[in-house]
């Protein structure tokens, strides 16, 4: 389908050619072609303009987008739906379009929040889907939401199931782990200690909470020493 006209002029409007040429580089999946190069605040404040309006309305139904940024775009219009229903299902439609790590982790609804339970729920289901961006969304949201009071260890043994040969995978699920030894340590530890994660993900995953600042340097110590040698 057709980009929405006046959406796709707006976009155009905001290029930056230099910023396009970063963003190229960090996305070696996306097509060079359909990268607009629009910062993410434009993005953003774009949305809390259209955000509710009939044109908005007509954009999120207008799918696939032709621009990366359409996509981003989409991602934080989701974010302005306050129903939770309404949130997930967009996200359900939305969700086997994007071809992206950087759209799909700048998605977070913060409806979404609220509701821990039909968020979980969706999160099993996204888990379990055979496009590679939804299941990292799903890594994703219970990366930002179940690794603090809402924790169990059931959940960080389901995302070490997942398989890791997918790049955009292995990145996810090494940062997963590499938050829960930040927030979940004790539990999170036999992971490493008893290696039950594939080597280049555990490596990933120490190097990862080596350089985070919300791990204390004994435990980043004691990780060093965990790392497998090829």
Known sequence: MTECTSIQARLLSLQDRDYRTFQCRL??????????????????????ELAGTKEAEAFLSDLP???????????????????VEECLAALDTFLPYVNNWATCDSMSPPVLKKYPKRLLSAIRCWMEAPHVYTVRFGIGMLMRHFLDDRFDPAYSARVATVPTDEYYLHMMVSWYFATALAK??????????????????HNRAISKAIESYRVPQGHKDFLKTLRIKR
């Open 65 to 83: 987008h032709r621009y990366y940024e359409a996509n981003n775009l989409h991602a934080f219009l989701v974010e302005k739906i306050r129903d």
């Open 27 to 48: 996305m070696p999946t996306v097509d060079p072609s359909s990268v607009i190069g629009v910062r993410t605040p434009a993005l953003r404040k774009m949305a809390a």
């Open 184 to 201: 979940q340590y004790d539990a999170t530890l036999p992971y490493f200690t008893e290696y039950r994660l594939p080597r280049h993900t």
